[in-house]
């Protein structure tokens, strides 16, 4: 990753450095072109006044700044001195020719129209170099017409000067970014090695309990550190949960699988003592313990309850109508309600609250199905002693019985209310417990209700 950065990070500097120096080149270039153009123009213009002027064309002066003068028919008239080669201006000879004219004593003109500009070269005592030229047209007192033409050099030697500095200090550049974006991204990510090599170790030692490094800054790396620990402590939790889990439920395995046993080995020696009716009731425990089970470790993989619409009144009706027998009667007070959801579970969730109110229940079991905005309410309700406060979250707990006194068969394996809650809490809703207004326990259901336009569906 720190390769990648500094690479990343060299070619985005080289290119805006080369984008940066190819236009510096072409302001420079265009700037010294700019003024190579005024230089030349006014020099054009400080001869051609001398030629309107009258001044001959030998007392010129022109010095040693390219100059030539060209007349209409490609003559040359007069060139600067030490002007040995020349291109670009009007004529490629530096040889002046001699023509014989009348004097006037009317002034000449310059001519007023934009200069010509062009570029070439020149040879001037020995040494070429390129020329921007300017042309100006004028016509003497003898009323000639000639073009003065005057270079100014176009400096392209500093130019060459600049692009080679450039050229020279890229590589050194683009080095010290390679360097400083190694370094930088090197110690940003030392904490995130540090939290590599931790989650390493608590891989290899299987211990949760470890943490890995919180570094002190407050950037995305200690984000990361502060949710790496959180997931460590939400995995931590499930595995200590996982491991009671088993260990519970092997507990409450172990003693229907004892008490058949027990009996099966005694009715083999004496058949006149086997009790079947135990045996049975034995198995039927071990049975529904067993769903239990499985239903809890279907719930922790994620199992989602499908979607489809189901009558809170109506699958309160079949599920009571299954009851022959009941200690306790059970009143029910049912309101038109549907909500989304898997039926076979909420069944169970509804079985279980009833089972829990009737064995608890000393006269009455009351269960009550309405609408409260957007939530279906199930309240079931018995007249027992009621669920301290202090237990009321604890009761939703696996294996968990507040009455110690009871005995295994009566009062469960301490299953069903977990299991409720689970359930409830798959499909969007709320499982708690308070105080009935009768006294006792009112266990309240919230869920979802179902979409109007929804589809309905066989559960």
Known sequence: MRARAAVGATLVVAVALVAAGVAVLGVLRANLSEQARLQS????????????????????????????????QGRVRAVSDDLEAVTGAGSRSVVPVRVEVED?????SVSTEEPRFTEGTARVDGDE????????????????????????????????????AMLLGLPLLLAVVAAVTWLVTRRALRPVEGIRREMAAITASTDLTRRVPVPASRDEVARLARTTNETLAALEAAVERQRAFVADASHELRSPIASLR????????HPELLDVDGAVADVVRLQRLAGDLLLLARLDAGE?????????????????????????AVRCELGPVEVAGSRGQLARVLGNLVDNAQRHAREEVRVTVREEG???????????????????????????????ARSRDDGGAGLGLAIARDVVLRHGGRLGVRDAPRGGALFEVRLPRAARSAPVRAG
């Open 129 to 164: 170099a390129d020329y921007q030229w300017a042309a100006v047209r004028v016509v003497t007192p003898a009323e000639e017409s000639v073009t003065v033409y005057a270079g100014a050099p176009l400096a392209t030697g500093t130019v060459g000067s600049v692009r080679d």
């Open 374 to 404: 957007d939530w279906g309410v199930v309240e079931v309700a018995d007249d027992g002693s009621g669920v301290p406060e202090g237990e009321r979250e604890r009761v939703f707990e696996r294996f968990v019985r507040l009455d110690d």
């Open 262 to 269: 027990t009996q099966l080995e005694v009715g083999a020696a």
């Open 41 to 72: 123009e006014v020099r054009a213009r400080s001869v051609a006044s001398k030629v309107a002027a009258g001044v001959r064309f030998g007392g010129l002066g022109l010095g040693e700044d390219p100059v030539q003068i060209v007349d209409r």
């Open 304 to 328: 989602r309850p499908s979607g489809a619409r189901v009558a809170l009144a109506e699958l309160v009706r079949e599920e009571l109508a299954q009851r022959v027998g009941d200690r306790v």
């Open 104 to 108: 006037e004593d009317d002034p000449g």
